[in-house]
């Protein structure tokens, strides 16, 4: 399968609501996280190692925008404050 930018690629579902997942990058997809299809809860207790698809870039500067882990927990921390 094939992923766009910006474009939903599933859903995640909690109990209280359903939210698409938008692709951050374009390109295929190479592997699933078939794990969380029976665990997840993974994603909220580890949310760096519980990836959900693996993607082969499609060329393009899609990942010159993304986040460091780095940067995202400082992110993270900086909502969490307002």
């Known amino acids: 399968a094939e992923v766009t930018k910006g474009k939903s690629f599933g859903s995640i579902e909690s109990v209280k ?3 698409e997942i938008f692709a951050p ?9 078939e794990d969380l299809n029976t665990s997840p809860e993974k994603i909220n207790s ?9 993607v082969a870039l499609g060329g393009g500067q ?3 925008g993304l986040m460091s882990s780095a940067d995202y927990e400082k992110y993270i921390a900086e909502e969490g404050a307002h």
């Open 46 to 54: 580890d949310a760096h190692s519980a990836w959900l698809i693996k």
């Open 17 to 19: 609501a359903v939210s």
């Open 62 to 64: 899609d990942a010159a």
């Open 25 to 33: 990058v374009s390109g295929k997809v190479t592997e699933v996280n």
